[in-house]
T-cell receptor
């Protein structure tokens, strides 16, 4: 089983709202990732967690706050977003971070619209 | 991570083989070639990866040239459901805690399979 699940599938929020995206995997993977994908662009890496600790933050604004409460769960907390943050947010996982022999598996994504 | 070059778009007739090229002339000896695809508004789907030898699985075949400077992904009998953006990615070797080994997506090839 190589399934990564993400909830919700769609999210519409105002600029003053606080919301969270959730990602879950049960493959025993110890690396989890958040990507952002704007329309007609490739996915871009935002954060990497390795063994539940933040390993990489690709200079993401603080209005995006990741959290990894356990080895199976990854959250992305959203606060005071801007309309330009509207995008497809993708979660992925792999056995370990950074090993080029470990395949990353992606979830279906959350389509976020900020009004 | 080595840079890749792919055609922007390709067409293929349904039932025929789709051959998607990728140029990675600056690839290093321990870098792997990965292929993912992304069907519209879904998460990227892992297809196949390889180092030196040709690889085959239930989805596709990967042919890597002897000098490793280019590769071709082959979908043997393309169907309409294979219409997607195909990403060729070169992944560097592990550098624990760094960004090497992560997926860096280029623009990919938009494959359109036509009846």
């Amino acid at each position: 089983d190589t399934e990564v699940t993400q909830t919700p599938k769609h999210l519409v929020m105002g600029m003053t709202n606080k919301k969270s995206l959730k990602c879950e995997q049960h493959m025993g993977h110890r690396a989890m990732y958040w990507y952002k994908q704007k329309a007609k662009k490739p996915p871009e890496l935002m954060f990497v967690y390795s063994y539940e600790k933040l390993s990489i933050n690709e200079s993401v604004p603080s209005r995006f706050s990741p959290e990894c409460p356990n080895s199976s769960l990854l959250n992305l907390h959203l606060h005071a977003l801007q309309p330009e943050d509207s995008a497809l947010y993708l979660c992925a996982s792999s056995r370990r971070q950074g090993r080029n022999t470990d395949t990353q598996y992606f979830g279906p994504g959350t389509r976020l619209t900020v009004l | 991570d080595a840079k890749t070059t792919q055609p922007t778009s390709m067409d293929c007739a349904e039932g025929r083989a789709a051959n998607l090229p990728c140029n990675h002339s600056t690839i290093s000896g321990n870098e792997y070639v990965y292929w993912y695809r992304q069907i519209h508004s879904q998460g990227p789907q892992y297809i196949i990866h390889g180092l030196k030898n040709n690889e085959t699985n239930e989805m596709a075949s990967l042919i890597i040239t002897e000098d490793r400077k280019s590769s071709t992904l082959i979908l043997p009998h393309a169907t309409l459901r294979d219409t997607a953006v195909y990403y060729c990615i070169v992944r560097s070797q592990l550098n624990y805690g760094g960004s090497q080994g992560n997926l860096i997506f280029g623009k990919g090839t938009k494959l359109s399979v036509k009846p």
